[in-house]
């Protein structure tokens, strides 16, 4: 390295840590006001985690992003700014679909931040369960694949549960094939979540056809199982891989590129509105003519648009089947309370969920 180049690196090096002790004055300010709204919000027993405040905050910054810092890592960081501030709140508890390593883990950091303290779970029913006793304040569940469709238990335990949807959580799903080694020499099978399998199936019948496949009970599972055995490959998430210490023989092997996983937040406190928002509701129609066709014209009629419909059969033994619906609005505003008034009137049984800030995949 020349000496020229040497003095301006140790001059660039002197601004950059200039910059670093303003932007560390300026957290610790940040950090004394949020304790000044958790002190409040104690007195007056209000929720500490304000979902549609943290979009608000999140979007107005990214929309004033000078650059060069791609927006998607504005948001990280300051995900984790309020994260920590949020902590000194409050200790927040999350309960998942655990171990460790999986992509609910992943979806939880993704909404709170890293400073929460993690309660994975070893089923769906359980993240319902340790919410609902108080053991968690919020759990973040599965919802729908891209590739697989919904997630039948999420949607059964919502038609039980008085838990409220207050967010939620849409993550990119990459797939990888991993070992011990790198390569797939004496590896004899694969082990995955058997959603994984599935997505990933065509990649398998053309690069391992013979290979036997075996479904566990999650791919973090799969990659511990890998790193305990040198003829199991697992497919699994990056951060299984780190924490396994397993090595890449492909990457990205799921079937479709563009898959996708949507979580739901569960907990006891409605969000409140945000200015983007979506409503979800289980609803179910009397078994005649046109009902479903009479369901959609309140939301019509009060120019609310609808973003997803899913039916599940409503396994009382006869033909019936409940309706999973998510429409634009918070149920707050006027024109959702009316079109949800009118629905309430036409179906049998209308339920819902929860409002909360509207996520895009970034
Ligand atoms: C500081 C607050 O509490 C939490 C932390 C936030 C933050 O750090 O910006 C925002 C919303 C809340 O989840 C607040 O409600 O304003």
Redesign the pocket.
């Known amino acids: 390295m020349s000496d020229g180049w040497q003095t301006k690196l140790s001059e660039l090096r002197v601004q950059i840590d200039a910059i670093d002790q303003d932007i560390l004055r300026l957290l610790a300010q ?1 950090a004394q006001v ?1 304790e000044q ?2 002190q409040h ?1 104690a007195a007056t027993q209000a929720p ?4 549609e ?2 979009a608000q ?1 999140i979007a107005r910054l990214r929309e004033r992003n000078p650059g060069p810092l791609h927006g998607e890592h504005i948001e990280t960081i300051f995900r984790e ?2 994260s920590a ?2 902590a000194l ?1 409050q200790r927040m508890f999350v309960a998942y679909l655990g171990p460790a390593g999986t992509f609910s883990e992943q979806a939880v950091f993704k909404h709170f931040g890293q400073s929460v303290e993690l309660v994975p779970c070893a089923t769906i029913d359980e993240v319902f369960r340790a919410v609902a006793a108080g053991t968690a304040d919020f759990g973040v569940v599965p919802v729908e694949n891209s590739t697989e469709g919904v997630v039948n238990r999420t949607l059964d335990l919502f038609l039980e549960s008085p838990l409220l949807i207050s967010g939620e959580i849409a993550l990119p799903i990459h797939h990888n094939v991993l070992t011990q080694s790198g390569t797939m020499q004496g590896v004899q099978k694969v082990c995955a979540h058997q959603q994984a399998l599935a997505q990933c199936n065509s990649w398998l019948n053309q690069h391992y056809p013979q290979l036997e496949r075996v479904a566990v009970a999650s791919n973090a599972e799969a990659a511990r199982l890998a790193s305990l055995d040198a003829t199991v490959a697992g497919i699994a998430g990056e951060q299984a891989a780190a924490r396994y210490n397993l090595q890449f023989v492909a990457r990205h092997v799921q079937d479709d590129p563009h898959n996708r996983t949507r979580f739901a937040v569960i907990g006891q406190h409605q969000a409140e509105p945000s200015g983007q928002d979506h409503t979800s509701l289980i609803l179910s129609v009397a078994n005649k003519a046109g009902a479903v066709h009479a369901l959609l014209a309140p939301l019509a009629k009060h120019q609310v648009s609808m973003t997803r419909f899913e039916s599940r059969p409503a396994r009382t033994g006869s033909w019936e089947y409940y309706f999973f619906m998510d429409i634009e609005g918070h149920q707050a505003q006027p024109q959702v309370q009316a079109a949800l008034a009118e629905l309430q009137q036409e179906a049998a049984y209308c339920k819902v969920l929860g409002s909360y800030p509207v996520k895009t995949l970034s």
């Open positions: 940040r949020a709204v958790g919000k500490v985690f304000r979902p405040r943290e905050v700014i309020m501030c949020r709140e």
